[in-house]
């Protein structure tokens, strides 16, 4: 901001900082505990690993990076869901348990999107590579 204090800049950088931080700690957090975002990590090396060698097109990247991206979202607001869910009510309630299905039912909306566009993007080459032989 034009005539703020070096000061004041440097503290805003920190706190920015400091802000990715949190959110690298939380995807490690999650990483450690949900089982389900590991098999995401191994479903992510895979895409990515096939991309290269099928040779994908840029606007393939694209929806490919696209899916990985709204899974790993979806399953890291899923895990926070959870953790909210079970802080604020351990005992079983009615709407606890709606609030978990709903979660987990985004997550499986996203996941057979990201099905889908792996099977339409991998799908033909994986075909054609396996009729050659
Ligand atoms: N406090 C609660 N009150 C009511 N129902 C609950 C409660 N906690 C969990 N449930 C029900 O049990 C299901 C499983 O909950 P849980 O917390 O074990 O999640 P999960 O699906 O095992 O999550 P993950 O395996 O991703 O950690 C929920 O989707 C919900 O239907």
Redesign the pocket.
């Known amino acids: 901001m034009p005539g703020a204090k070096p000061d004041a800049h440097a503290g805003r950088l920190r706190r920015r900082i400091a802000s990715f931080g949190h959110a690298f700690r939380g995807v490690a957090a999650a990483l450690r505990?949900?089982?389900?975002l590991r098999f995401h990590a191994a479903a992510t090396a895979a895409a990515v690993g096939l991309g290269f060698c099928l040779g994908i097109t840029r606007l393939e990247w694209a929806l490919v990076a696209l899916a990985i991206g709204v899974v790993w979202s979806a399953?890291l607001l899923?895990?926070a869901v959870?953790a909210l869910?079970?802080l604020v009510?351990?005992?079983?309630?009615?709407?606890?348990?709606?609030?978990?299905?709903v979660?987990?039912g985004a997550?499986l909306v996203v996941a057979v999107a990201a099905l889908v566009v792996g099977l339409l993007v991998f799908g033909p080459p994986l075909l054609a590579m396996i009729k050659e032989q």
């Open positions: 505990t949900e089982v389900h399953e899923n895990t959870e869910t079970d009510s351990p005992e079983y309630h009615a709407l606890a348990g709606r609030a978990k299905d979660a987990a997550v």
